[in-house]
């Protein structure tokens, strides 16, 4: 249920960023209060995932996927330029989350 609920909070962030992407600089009103929901959310979430995983797994889990799924959207359809370098970038946090998964995120 854990990485359930964690999934669940990467998609709200994900959605919250996007939107504050869209919200240029909380001065348009749909787009603010959907960034405002979104990470209430997203906290939320969290915190209950907090429950059955370790705060440093889930952490890593949450900031890493989110981070890789915003500049993926970013590149993909915000005309975001994806280099070598930041594809390379996507891909080392990806293999940080697995490594820190691997050595165990549930409490013992």
Do not use: D
């Amino acid at each position: 249920m854990g990485y359930a609920l964690l999934a669940g909070a990467i998609a709200a962030e994900v959605a919250a960023t996007t939107a504050m992407k869209y919200s240029e600089g909380f001065s348009r009103l749909w787009p603010s209060l959907g960034t405002v929901l979104g990470y209430v959310i997203a906290f939320a979430l969290l915190a209950q995932t907090l429950r059955t995983l370790s705060v440093g797994t889930a952490y890593a889990i949450w900031s890493g996927t989110g981070t890789a799924a915003i500049a993926t959207i970013g590149a993909l359809f915000l005309g975001e330029p994806m280099t070598a370098v930041k594809a390379l970038g996507i891909v080392l946090i990806i293999a940080g989350v697995v490594v820190l998964n691997a050595a165990g995120g549930a409490h013992a």
